[in-house]
């Protein structure tokens, strides 16, 4: 069964930094289109990042952009997400996502098929 398993999360302090990883098993995702997403309660899962599946290019949300990088490592099925200079408005829960290599490029969460569980990330002011 395919999984993706997020983890690197946790409490951190205005200013900080944080390493999120998204490690892929029961399929490889070398092939998919990876993303980041976040939401907090009562609001809609935003767009934070993506990679395409062969790294070669990269999106960024506005809100995200200058302080967070997205990396893959195709050989161990895993992808990145750093966080740094982060902002009380950067907490929420972050979750890794999949999506078809043809889908290139897109902010929505209904072109990814796969979702991990999440982890949360909470900036203290």
């Known amino acids: 069964q395919a999984q993706l398993v997020e983890s690197g999360g946790g409490l951190v302090q205005t200013g900080g930094s944080l390493r999120l990883s998204c490690a892929g098993s029961?399929?490889?995702?070398?092939?998919?289109?990876m993303g980041w997403f976040r939401q907090t309660p009562g609001k809609e899962r935003e767009f934070v990042a993506a990679i395409l599946w062969s790294g070669r290019s990269t999106g960024y949300a506005d809100s995200v952009k200058g302080r967070f990088i997205i990396s893959r490592d195709n050989a161990k099925n895993t992808v990145y997400l750093y966080m740094n200079r982060l902002q009380p408005e950067d907490t929420a829960e972050y979750y890794c996502?999949?999506?078809?290599?043809?889908?290139?490029?897109?902010?929505?969460?209904?072109?990814?098929?796969?979702w991990g569980q999440g982890t949360q990330v909470t900036v203290s002011s």
């Open positions: 996502a999949a999506a078809a290599a043809d889908t290139w490029y897109t902010t929505s969460p209904g072109a990814y098929q796969y």
């Open positions: 029961g399929r490889t995702f070398s092939s998919d289109n």
